[in-house]
């Protein structure tokens, strides 16, 4: 912490489980919140009246794809059998994604069965998601080209295989993008989730739900280490707002149908793979490229730094998380008795100046950055992220062992080996 301001100075956070209920008015209020934004977004967009752009592939997938016949089912259930003695089924939302890829293969690789899951959409280049998407199928995992907003699909994977257990790392990422495509976010994040969860609590037997919550639900919160007690009532960001309407969806369809959910609050997350949207990746590319680099800071010089986790950090957090999923107790819809709700911060608990991060890249790169140093601007960035993680410690047996150098040497050689030595071209 020596590289921190004072202002970062850490308060003794409480050890309590997170309580997730809310007073009835609260609820209500955001109930009524949220389905106002699904409404105007999802159901008013002007694009759902006619064919989708071409930019907007969010959507592409809806009854789109070929799932059918016994070849599509011969593969899906394939990549679902179960290979150990105490394995779990999961689907995977957004496999294709860095997360999920990562996810996947740690599952596949101990015998879990593993189905994908994932729309391929354009936020950032994809031939990075097909590239992940074959090592995922050189590991055994298939993955179905598809958007859970589509209805059929979901229903028609569940049929097929008895999932157990759900991984749901789907979602529009990114914070700045909210201001070019603000529908995205809410047909992903909150219309995707809550088509999820429907589906979900009609199946027989119902899924454990793990799904990726974000540490920008702590906003603008001043004090730190961020606790899962702590308001997320303050978010920055339209991403962030969408990620704490989740939360508030989860309980609402735990305390209704009975389905056990995990929430996973990540921060900052990167590694091998990762997505070229994040400061340390195209921090990367412009080092090398010669080209200037923003350094942000805050008001009165103040130090922008992030609780950077490690990739294979996050995967240990998350396989945690469905190894100790307790069953949902719903049936057909219907609840029959208390279910489980959790939330869980999943952070290196080290906070680092992001001049920090450019200066490791340096080192690592043996290339000089040229720094341009801007105002932290107005556009849901926040100046500092800080997890507490005693709760995922103590329950979860979460131990984030990569320091960020190292962690940034592994990223690095990956980097150098796919877009420099691999001939690609990174956008």
């Known amino acids: 912490m020596k590289h921190i301001d004072a202002k970062f100075k850490m308060e003794k956070p409480p050890y309590n489980r997170p309580r997730l209920h809310h007073s009835l008015p609260k609820l209500i209020f955001w109930s009524l919140l949220f389905v106002g934004l699904i409404f105007l977004f999802f159901f ?114 569940f049929e097929v295989v008895r999932f157990t257990h759900v991984m749901h790392l789907a979602a529009q990422a990114g914070v700045r993008y909210a ?84 929430g996973l609050r990540f921060f900052t997350v990167y590694g091998p793979w990762g997505r070229p949207d994040m400061a340390y990746f195209f921090f990367t590319r412009d080092i090398l490229k010669g080209k200037s680099i923003p350094i942000f800071e805050a008001p009165n010089h103040g130090t922008v730094a992030r609780d950077f986790t490690f990739i294979e950090d996050i995967v240990n957090g998350c396989l945690a998380a469905l190894d100790t999923s307790e069953k949902s107790t719903g049936s057909g819809g219907k609840k029959k008795g208390p279910a489980q709700l959790r939330v869980y911060n999943l952070g290196n608990t080290s906070p680092v100046p992001v001049s920090e991060l450019v200066s490791i890249l340096e080192k690592l790169l043996k290339v000089k950055a040229k720094r341009s140093v801007l105002k932290l601007p107005r556009n849901g960035d926040v100046q500092f992220t800080h997890a507490n993680i005693s709760l995922a410690q103590r329950e979860l047996g979460y131990k984030p062992r990569t320091d960020l150098r190292s962690g940034l040497k592994k990223f690095v050689e990956w980097y150098l080996s796919y877009f420099v030595d691999g001939k690609k071209s990174a956008q």
């Open 44 to 157: 008013r967009s002007p694009n759902t009246t006619s064919s989708p752009l071409p930019s907007d592939l969010s959507r592409r997938s809806l009854r789109t794809s070929s799932y059918g016949g016994p070849n599509f089912e011969n593969r899906v259930r394939d990549s679902a059998k179960i290979r150990s003695s105490n394995g779990i089924s999961v689907l995977v939302t957004g496999a294709a994604g860095f997360v999920g890829c990562h996810v996947s293969l740690a599952l596949k690789g101990r015998g879990d069965g593993v189905v994908g899951l994932d729309n391929f959409n354009d936020y950032y280049d994809q031939s990075l998601k097909r590239a992940r998407q074959a090592l995922l199928d050189q590991g055994g995992v298939h993955v179905v080209d598809g958007d859970i907003n589509d209805v059929v699909l979901l229903e028609r994977l």
């Open 179 to 262: 201001m070019v495509n603000p529908g995205s976010y809410v047909r992903s994040n909150i219309a995707g989730f809550v088509n999820l969860l429907e589906v979900c609590k009609n199946a027989n037997p119902q899924p454990a739900i793990v799904w990726a919550s974000s540490s920008s639900v702590y906003g603008l919160n001043t004090k730190v280490p961020f606790s899962e007690r702590d308001r997320t009532d303050q978010p920055a960001s339209l991403y962030a707002a969408t990620k704490k309407a989740g939360e508030e969806i989860a309980h609402t369809y735990n305390h209704i149908y009975g389905l056990s959910l995990t």
